[in-house]
């Protein structure tokens, strides 16, 4: 038998109390033993004389976050029915809540998500805590489905449709304040007063009883005018294509879903959403953002070491050297988590633009689309400005972020090294340049690694921590504690040129200056490129990177691996011309419009047609693999040379440093599903391509022997 999950107690003489607290785990799910203990504590409680039920969480900021996923996972392959009825299990259960003949009430603190926030749904009330770490939301989109326990049924019927439709197929949660706004809630209250204010609702509606009527409304069809369903099912289909792609269809499945339920009583509705289930769940979009679940979750756990008795250490304050792009957008990253940071730079002129341009970045809000100016002033004391080298010596972690030039850095760490101090850590926010190369000539070899944050630092939650062949493993499991505690996903990877994003992305990239040499046209390039999930194309992403970076960056490469990068002369030109990308208004693109949007360029045919080798046209299903399998067969080699631990730190780095398409559920992941043998065949007709195109030995291992990435990491 395994523990209990709820726990029932009597605060009153006739008010029961459920108490949600998963033993050893962090977090509420709703397994199915939890939802056997569920059903058994109603048949107990329908029996008893009570004026309500109170439904709340032993955990502090954690109300339901959910279904148990794994057991999803275990149920991809089952048949339709099957699913038909896990859904049913689900809302009839839950459906007990709004038929019991007391009033109930979810108490609610902190995240109650996707089947716990169904489960709230179901019952007649709702009180929320003002706790910032309450949030409500149906996150279900996400990894392909809609809610399948009742969501699409309540939601509309209790905050109407519209709010559902927009809640519902966009995924995103709301805080306490906003649940209140739209009807969820009932009241908002201190944490403290959470379960007092549950006592006395339920006091309140023994009294006037409204929540009787409420059942009665929400069990019928939802009263709305045709027209207005209809041009709310327009432009919320128009908004969801413009935001999908098309290439999410639980978003577009959901607002249907709701649109046709919406006219069918409650129960039918229920019945709808069990049916219409089967046509996304066990999908390969549902498995490949399951997948994507379970790779943050397990970055999550992740310590970035594998021996164990190491610890980290604390890190109280923080230093940056170099206040330009990358250096203020790490130090905004810091101030916005409360650790101060003292940002240094020789140039005034710089840090003054840098500490601005930090400020700016921490108290950037998403709803004014700008800097919201109160939490600028809450912000400013953190934030120490100086020139002075003197004033990094207090610092618990220093981390260098100028130019990427390896002289230049050496130099910079050998004048601060004996500045910092006594078990300080020192690292670099280089993007290629070899961990163990810089830290040639430090006294302390093992408190120096890699940080590399990924541009802009806000939107990138990747963060390759980088270790040199002297870094200990205590400084790596510190760097590790610290960029999860500044929001990242910190992936641990060994030493080497362009270390594992750029090692990647540069096949990629460079593949498609190929393609143009070969007559290959740029829309053609980037439509592939797009068509196969990539937010921008690579041609956009060389001016967004700018293309005197990426010369560097592809020499760095090209110096390691000269036989799969083919130095192309097409950079070096564009560069010579003055084109370096978004930074001078052109590059590839134009960007010299009112809104800074990347336009075709007609003067960009005379800089690039003396490097036009031949003409021809590709059709994208001759580009893409051109593109995708030159990442892949690197990936491959990454994993001979054992630069990651696990093909699934390779997955969540290109999706969360690259944008890798979510929908495949990584690089390593897509393979899987096409195959090992299948990629054989289709690098056959690219052999004459190049080396860069030749299978690997591990590919062709695996070829042979039917075997997967994930399986024999597993």
Known sequence: MSAQTIQLSMPEPDIALLTFDTPDKGANVLSRSVLDELSTHLDELEKQELAGLIIISGKPGIFIAGADLREFVESLDVDEEHVVALCRRGQDLFARLSKTPFVTVAAIDGICVGGGAEFASWCDRRIMSDNPKTEFGFPEVKLGLFPGWGGTVRGPRIVGLANAVEMITSGESIDGRAAFDMGWAADIVSVEQLMSAAINLVRSE??????????????????????????????????????????????????????????????????????????????????????????????????????????SRKVNRVAVIGSGIMGSGISAANIKRGIPLTLTDAA????????????????????????????????????????????????????????????????????????????????????????????????????????????????????????????????????VAYAKRIGKMPVVVNDGPGFLVNRLLLPYMNEALELLSEGAEIKAIERAAKAFGMPMGPIELYDLAGLDTA????????????????????????????????????????????????????????????????????????????????????????????????????????????????????????????????????????????????????????????????????
């Open 206 to 311: 023994q009294t006037h009883q409204d929540y009787l009527d409420d059942r009665k409304v929400w069990s019928q069809p939802i009263e709305i005018p045709e027209t207005e369903l209809g041009f709310l099912g327009v432009t919320a289909s128009a908004l969801i294509g413009q935001q999908t792609k098309g290439q999410y269809p639980a978003p577009q499945a959901a607002l249907e879903l709701m649109l046709e339920s919406s006219m069918a009583s409650a129960e039918p509705a229920c019945q709808m959403e069990a049916e219409r289930m089967v046509k996304l769940f066990g999908t390969p979009v549902n498995a490949s953002l399951l997948n994507v679940f379970f790779l943050t979750d397990r970055n999550k756990k992740d310590s970035g070491i594998e021996r164990s008795g190491v610890s």
């Open 348 to 479: 005034h002129d710089a840090l003054a633009r840098g500490g601005r341009t930090t400020l700016e970045e921490a108290a950037f809000d998403r709803k004014l689309k700008g800097p919201n100016v109160e939490r600028t002033l809450e912000l400013a004391p953190l934030l120490n400005l100086t020139t002075s080298d003197s004033e990094l010596a207090e610092n618990d972690l220093v981390i260098e972020a100028i130019v990427e030039n390896g002289d230049v850095k050496k130099k910079l760490f050998a004048r601060i090294e004996p500045l910092l101090a006594p078990g300080a850590i020192l690292a670099s926010n280089t993007s290629t340049i070899p961990i163990t190369q810089l830290a040639t000539g430090l006294a302390h070899p093992e408190r120096f690694c890699g940080i590399h944050f990924f541009n802009p630092v806000r939107r990138m939650k990747l963060v390759e921590v980088i270790r040199g062949e002297q870094t200990a493993d205590e400084t790596i499991a510190t760097a």
């Open 551 to 714: 010369v560097y960056a592809g020499r760095t490469m090209w110096e390691a691996f000269p036989e799969r990068i083919v130095a192309s002369p097409l950079l070096p030109a564009m560069v010579k011309a003055k084109r370096l990308g978004r930074k001078t208004g052109v590059g590839f693109y134009s960007y010299q419009n009112r809104k800074q949007r990347p336009e075709p360029d007609p003067s960009l045919a005379q800089v690039i047609a003396p490097y036009i080798r031949q003409q021809g046209e590709f059709t994208g299903e001759q580009i893409t693999p051109r593109l995708f399998l030159p990442m892949l067969l690197e990936a491959t080699r990454v994993l001979e040379d054992k630069i990651v631990r696990d093909p699934r730190d390779i997955d969540l780095s290109l999706i969360f440093g690259l944008g890798f398409p979510p929908f495949k559920g990584g690089l390593m992941f897509w393979a899987d599903t096409v195959g090992a043998a299948t990629i054989l065949e289709m690098l056959k007709p690219l052999q004459e391509v190049g080396p860069r195109m030749e299978p690997t030995a591990l590919l062709t291992e695996m070829a042979a022997s039917g075997s997967k990435f994930y399986s024999a990491a597993a």
